[in-house]
Structure formats: structure tokens, C-alpha cells
């Protein structure tokens, strides 16, 4: 077996934590594509509840379900419409302007 080189496609992977009326849920969110120079192509978004917390009130996905999000044409181009702001994570790791 060769070894992989030159790999352009990237993937991020994050531990999320929601709260939705009190009631807390783990998930896991992905995010993948191929960076070039007319944007991203071969985007997809995925979420997956890890741990939905019993659900009682049916908000969240059932434990081990997610969903998986992609660009059908393939091309996520480059834009300057969209307005950023610049966050990080407070002392509690939680995001914040």
C-alpha cells in the first residue's frame, strides 16, 4: 500500500452541547470538503446526536441518528456577501463576541 500525499480534502469534527429548555443533548457536528481556488467543492455538513438526554420533550434526534447535508453541484464558491465577526471560546469554552 502507497502512502497518501497531497491530500486536499479536509474535515473538522466538533463536540457540541445544546440546551433547549433546560434538557441537554451531545452531538457531533462534521464538516468536510476539498479547498480550491474557486471555493470548496465536495462540501457536506453532518450532524449526529451522540446523547440526547431521554429527549422528554422530543426535540432531539434519537441517539446514533443524524443528518447529512451536501452541496449538490459540488461547488461552494467563494464570496464577500457574508459579514464575519471574529469569535472565540470565554473561560467557560463557550463562544463569545
Do not use: Q, W
Not at 434526534?61 to 471560546?89: A, C, E, H, Q, W
Amino acid at each position: 500500500m502507497k502512502p497518501m500525499t497531497n491530500i486536499s480534502r479536509k474535515s473538522v469534527f466538533l463536540s457540541v452541547e445544546t440546551t433547549v429548555n433546560s434538557h441537554v443533548a451531545k452531538a457531533l457536528f462534521v464538516l468536510s470538503g476539498e479547498m480550491g481556488s474557486e471555493g470548496i467543492t465536495n462540501f457536506y455538513y453532518s450532524n449526529f446526536m451522540v446523547d440526547n438526554g431521554g429527549n422528554p420533550e422530543g426535540y432531539f434526534l434519537g441517539d446514533g441518528n443524524g443528518r447529512i447535508t451536501y452541496d449538490s453541484d459540488g461547488l461552494s464558491p467563494t464570496t464577500n456577501l457574508i459579514k464575519f465577526s471574529v469569535m472565540s471560546l470565554n473561560e467557560k469554552g463557550v463562544l463569545a463576541h
